[in-house]
């Protein structure tokens, strides 16, 4: 059984940092691109950042310079560091496990407020 489990969400200030996590269990989580991606309420999801089996990023403009992306294979987690967060980041915040051929892994998501 395929598990995704995000964590770290919560409320934080503007201007503040969080860093976001991503367990993953049930795949060879090595052979998988991960993503991060967000919903605000009213809208669609939205893409952030990925992170490709072997190391490369993408990030949306819209984070690019203030969110990073990374991944630790031997603890098959994904992680997102947030920095000088807005309050146009909050919003529910979806990992998502991608590989050719294998139909996509969700989470759960985890709520993140940017608020003072």
């Known amino acids: 059984q395929v598990q995704l489990v995000e964590s770290g969400g919560g409320l934080v200030q503007p201007g503040g940092s969080l860093r976001l996590s991503c367990a993953a269990s049930g795949i060879i989580f090595s052979a998988y691109a991960m993503g991060w991606y967000r919903q605000a309420p009213g809208t669609q999801r939205e893409f952030l950042a990925r992170v490709t089996s072997g190391g490369s990023t993408a990030y949306a403009d819209s984070v690019k310079g203030r969110f990073t992306i990374s991944r630790d294979n031997a603890k098959n987690t994904v992680y997102l560091q947030m920095n000088s967060l807005k309050p146009e980041d909050t919003a529910v915040y979806y990992c998502?496990?991608?590989?050719?051929?294998?139909?996509?892994?969700w989470g759960q998501g985890t709520q993140l407020t940017v608020s003072s």
């Open positions: 998502k496990a991608s590989k050719t051929g294998a139909v996509p892994y």
